[in-house]
């Protein structure tokens, strides 16, 4: 295990649903990212938070809303999402923002939208 | 032009091949370069961090950067069936202060017994 924790691991929801994704990280890290993965395609960066505080938003519609209450602890909250929002949901932390650190990857959550 | 171009796969190898995994990128100012390995159903986890050009070995794996022709590469030798996963590269720039990694689009490597 990498010491990044994500509930739920799996989350089927319909386009009028409001759903949260959960990350906390047990490795006392000072910044946590959210990543989505679609298929065939890279990595695609969403948030990161630096000591609680957003620091990149990377043009996220505002269906997608974070909330970092603690270094420890990260949330996605869903609402109104479309059917190509369905992807793997990934969470990653690292040491600090500002230097070349190596980011350390959640399981993620698989999400289905109908 | 994407700025990490790396070929999906899936790449199919019998066991105790040789494997050569390649990205290549055009952004001149990368100068820190990792390999993750991705298990159906899980996170990255990283494999190979390296700094600048030059080889790094460890164990199995061998990452090697060639910066003169942004051409990076993770060599997996005696490939076992448990190698079977996909990577993906990802790389730093030293410019501009955020140190977010750009991350290729990862290659499927199928490793049979």
């Known amino acids: 295990e990498t010491g990044v924790t994500q509930t739920p691991r799996h989350l089927v929801m319909g386009m009028t649903n409001k759903k949260s994704l959960k990350c906390e990280q047990h490795?006392?890290?000072?910044?946590m990212y959210w990543y989505k993965q679609s298929a065939k395609k890279p990595l695609e960066l969403m948030f990161v938070?630096?000591?609680?505080?957003?620091?990149e938003n990377n043009s996220v519609p505002s269906r997608f809303s974070p909330e970092c209450p603690n270094s420890s602890h990260l949330f996605l909250h869903l609402h109104t999402l479309q059917p190509e929002d369905s992807a793997l949901y990934l969470c990653?932390?690292?040491?600090?923002?500002?230097?070349?650190?190596?980011?350390?990857f959640g399981p993620g959550t698989r999400l289905l939208v109908l | 032009q994407k700025e990490v171009e790396q070929d999906p796969g899936p790449l199919s190898v019998p066991e105790g091949a040789i494997v050569s995994l390649n990205c290549t990128y055009s952004?001149?100012?990368?100068?820190?370069f990792m390999w993750y390995r991705q298990y159906s159903r899980k996170g990255p986890e990283l494999l190979m961090y390296?700094?600048?050009?030059g080889n790094k070995e460890d164990g199995r794996f061998t990452a090697q950067v060639d910066k003169s022709s942004k051409y990076i590469s993770l060599f997996i030798r005696d490939s076992q069936p448990s190698d079977s996963a996909t990577y993906l590269c990802?790389?730093?720039?030293?410019?501009?202060?955020?140190?977010?990694?750009?991350f290729g689009r990862g290659t499927s490597l199928i490793v049979h017994p």
């Open positions: 938070y630096s000591l609680e505080e957003r620091v």
């Open positions: 990802a790389m730093i720039s030293a410019s501009g202060g955020s140190y977010i990694p750009t």
């Open positions: 952004n001149s100012a990368f100068q820190y």
């Open positions: 490795l006392g890290h000072n910044a």
């Open positions: 390296t700094y600048s050009s």
């Open positions: 990653a932390s690292s040491q600090k923002v500002g230097s070349p650190e190596t980011q350390y």
